[in-house]
């Protein structure tokens, strides 16, 4: 087994931390009046959020089919443990985030058209009591997820400057192993 992502794998991290992290900043426009433009950002937040959807089931596909690296035989097995539910719980968030999007949309009767060309059908019927509840869903989803995300990244900092293990380096996009 390779003590290295793939190039795969890599990048398809990365395009999906880019996704999200643009996703989590167009989610704040619940707050603007209606408008053209809050409409306009609402489709570009339904776009990635189904882009997002789908790149995950790829990238679970890759996972399932390329292993990733063993985590340090240093790591406790505790912390390995740790760090597994970690990563289990950012994968169940990042289905579950665009699924309670998708049927939030659906309950509040507005169909998502991805890209204003394939529209995606519907889930649910028009339901405003469970739209509400669902956009209640799907922000404390997404308030986990900046949780877990936060945790992902300061583990990520902590065995590189603190256990200097190869743990961050081995999914940086230019990985150059360390002497």
């Known amino acids: ?18 996704l999200f992290f643009g996703l989590l900043a167009l989610g704040f426009m619940h707050d603007l009046p209606l408008s ?19 790149l995950v089931w790829l990238r679970l596909l890759w996972r399932v089919t390329h292993r990733p690296p063993a985590l340090p035989a ?9 760090a597994h539910a970690g990563h289990g719980l950012l994968y169940v968030l990042m289905i579950a985030i ?6 939030m949309s659906s309950a509040k ?22 739209g509400d509840l669902l956009q209640t ?25 603190i256990d200097r293990d190869d ?3 081995r999914m940086l996009p230019a990985h150059a192993k360390e002497n």
């Open 1 to 18: 087994m390779s003590d290295r992502y793939t190039s795969t794998a890599k990048a398809l991290h990365w395009l999906m931390t880019l």
């Open 36 to 54: 053209p433009e809050k409409l306009k950002l609402y489709s570009w937040h339904k776009w990635a959020g189904v882009t997002a959807f789908l």
């Open 74 to 82: 240093s790591m406790s097995r505790r912390m390995q443990l740790a």
């Open 98 to 103: 665009p699924l309670s999007g998708w049927l």
């Open 109 to 130: 009767g507005f169909q998502t058209v991805w890209f204003g060309v394939l529209p995606i059908p519907d889930l649910l019927g028009k339901n405003k009591e469970i």
């Open 137 to 161: 869903v799907h922000m404390s989803l997404n308030l986990l997820f900046v949780t877990v995300i936060a945790g992902h990244i300061g583990a990520a900092l902590k065995h590189h400057y």
């Open 167 to 169: 743990i961050l380096t």
